[in-house]
């Protein structure tokens, strides 16, 4: 069985931790800082810190943030939001960050992957998917959830893989912040799509649930 691994994910929006449903009602739970270090107090492997306004508004991410997280968590971090280019990406790991997470860019620009992992290893690259259902078909979005693209969401995942990257950030809009966890068909579904379950992290929804179903989908056949 593939070891269980704990990433909570804070999303960031004006320099303060949200959580919302259905990327909808934001509400300001905290300072991201501090909840990370709580997060890594209470056993958490690594955190994921998404800049989710960052794209949407046109700006970069957040480096002075990146600056104090790495100054007060001895935990690997991954950062995102507005990572556009190599350039965009360089400062994030001067600051401190152990990854960065591309999602829209990616999207807009697949050979953005490759660059990344060509010049920082497959290891330091993230790629972020958020998808909804759409007529039965799971569709990739953009641009923190706002715009539809023609991207199937598995198919968009094994590409991501094969152009280089370390790791799979997936987000279901269906099911954010509603605390109901996934279905166990879409596990499934994920086990069959191709994409290595080691670099496989689904974003729970809520509370951490989904783990133990979701290392076991893994480790068995349906």
């Not at 069959?192 to 951490?208: D, E, K, M, P």
């Amino acid at each position: 069985m593939l070891a269980k691994r704990i990433s909570p994910c804070l999303d960031i929006k004006d320099g303060q931790t949200v959580k919302g449903i259905n990327f909808l009602e934001l509400k300001n739970v905290g300072d991201p800082v501090e909840l990370g270090r709580r997060y890594s107090d209470e056993g958490a492997d690594e955190l994921v810190f998404l800049d989710i306004s960052a794209t949407l508004e046109g700006r970069k991410t957040f480096s002075e943030l990146v600056k104090r997280i790495a100054e007060n968590l001895n935990i690997p971090f991954t950062v995102g939001g507005g990572i556009s280019s190599l350039e965009d990406a360089a400062p994030l790991l001067w600051a401190g960050a152990d990854k960065v997470s591309i999602n829209s860019a990616a999207v807009r620009n697949p050979q953005l992957i490759s660059d990344l992992a060509e010049k920082y290893g497959s290891q330091f690259v993230v790629v972020a998917i958020d998808a909804r259902r759409v007529d039965g078909r799971w569709t990739v979005t953009t641009h923190g959830g706002t715009r539809f693209s023609d991207r199937e969401l598995f198919a968009w995942a094994r590409e991501a893989q094969e152009r280089g990257a370390g790791e799979i950030l997936f987000t279901s809009m269906d099911h954010d912040g509603t605390k109901n966890g996934y279905f166990r068909a879409e596990r499934i579904a994920w086990r069959r799509c191709a994409v290595s379950a080691r670099a496989l992290n689904l974003r729970t929804q809520g509370h951490g649930r989904l783990c133990p179903p979701c290392a076991r989908a893994w480790s068995r056949s349906p």
